[in-house]
C-alpha cells in the first residue's frame, strides 16, 4: 500500500498539519489562497517560523473580523473570526511539549477567544459550556440547528490527541445541516483541561464519557433516546472504550478504530530499550523531539519510555463485546493510524459496519485528509440510518473504488 504524498511542504510532519487548515476551508475555518501564501513562507518550517508566520496570518484575520464587526457585516466577521482561531490553533502546535512557553500559552488564549467571538455571531443556536466534571468543569460548545428548544438527536464529538473543542468546529455544520444537534467536547489531555487546568489523558475514558452524558441529557433539547458518539483520531480509541460501559450511546463511529495503542509498540522489555534509544534520538531531530514530547506531555510524563508504557495501557478490546450499540468503523487508506477495524470488529458482537474510503477518490490520510465531504456522505448515511430512520433499510455505502 502506497503513502500519500505531501500536498504543499516537503516535510511531511508540517504538511500533514498544513492539510488539517486546508480541510477547515470547508467549513468556512480557513482561506485556502490565505493559507497557502502562509505556507509559501515557510518553505524550510521549524517550530519558531511556523508560530511567527501564523501568528502572523492570525493577527490579520483578526482584525478584518475586528473591522466587519464594527461595520455591522456579521458574516464576514464570523469568518474571519473562525479563520484566525485555526491559525492560531496552527501556530502553537509545534510548541507542545512544553506546557508553559508563553507562546503556547498566548496562542491557545487566541485561539480560543477568536472562536467564541465567531460563536456569538453564528446563525444557529450555539454556546459554549461547562460540562462538571470530577469537581471541575470540562469545556464544550453545544450546537443546535435553531433555537426552538426542541428535542434533537445529537452527536457528541470528543476531541483527538491534540485537538480542542473550538478546532471541533469542523464537525459541526454537517452535523446541523442534517438536523443533529452537535456537542464538540474536552476532557482529561485536551485545550484548557491540559493546557490550563493540567489534566493528562486516562484510559479509562468511560469516567470521562458518562459524566458528559449525564450533562446532555439533562438539556430539554436533547433526544436521550437518539445519542451518537463520533470519535476521530485518538478519540477512536477514547470513543469506542467509552461505549464499552456508557449505554445510553445509541450509535458509534470510530475514525479510525484504534482499540490498542500498545498494538504497534514493541514487547515491554524492547519498549524501555527502545525508548532510550527514541529518548536520545530527540536531542538531535526537533521534529521528534516535539513528535514525542507533544504526547508524552499529554500524558503527564516526560520520556519516551515512560509514554510507551503509558501507552500501553489504553486498551478496550478484553471490553469490546460490552458495548451494545450499532458501530461504525472507517477505515480511510493509508491513515498511518489506521488498521485497527480488523482487531476491533471481530471482537464486537453489537452490530459493526466497515467502511473503507479510498486514496483515489480523495479521501485518502488520517481521517480522510482532505475528503471531509466523501466521509460525511459514508458516516451520515450510515448515522441517519441508525438514529433517524431506525426502521428504514440502510442504504449502500460509497465504494471505495474510483467512481
Known sequence: ????????????????????????????????????????????PDPTSWHEQWSTTAATARDDGDAARAA???????????????????AYYFLRRTLDDPRLQASYAAH???????????????????????????????????????????LLFPCGYDSTAPSGYVQVPDALARGYNALVFEGPGQGEALYRQRLYFRPDYEHVLSQVVDWVVSRKDVDAARLGLVGRSFAGYLAARGATAEHRIAALVCDPAQPDMGHRLPPPS??????????????????????????????????????????ARYTMLDRAAEIRCPTLLVEAENDPVGGGAALLAPAMTAPTTVVELSAARGAGGHCAGL????????????????????EAAPRPLPTAEPA
Request: glycine share 8%.
Open 1 to 44: 500500500m502506497s503513502r500519500s504524498k505531501t500536498v504543499v511542504l516537503r516535510n511531511p510532519g508540517y504538511d500533514a498539519q498544513f492539510v488539517r487548515t486546508l480541510a477547515a476551508a470547508q467549513v468556512a475555518g480557513a482561506d485556502l489562497g490565505e493559507a497557502i501564501a502562509t505556507a509559501r513562507r515557510l518553505a524550510k
Open 72 to 90: 455591522g457585516d456579521r458574516v464576514s466577521a464570523r469568518h474571519a473570526y473562525l479563520r484566525a482561531s485555526e491559525y492560531h490553533r496552527q
Open 112 to 154: 480560543v477567544d477568536t472562536f467564541d467571538a465567531a460563536v456569538a455571531l453564528m446563525d444557529v443556536a450555539a454556546e459554549r459550556v461547562l460540562i462538571p466534571y470530577d469537581g471541575t468543569a470540562v469545556v464544550g460548545y453545544f450546537f443546535a440547528p435553531d433555537d426552538s428548544g426542541a428535542p434533537r438527536p445529537t
Open 270 to 311: 524492547v519498549a524501555r530499550v527502545v525508548g532510550t534509544v527514541l529518548g536520545a534520538a530527540t536531542r538531535l531531530s526537533a521534529d521528534r523531539a516535539e513528535f514525542f514530547g507533544s504526547r508524552a506531555a499529554a500524558h503527564g510524563v516526560t520520556s519516551v519510555s515512560a509514554y510507551f508504557a503509558e501507552l
Open 371 to 390: 475528503g471531509q465531504f466523501l466521509w460525511a456522505q459514508a458516516v451520515y448515511g450510515w448515522l441517519d440510518d441508525v438514529l433517524l430512520r431506525a
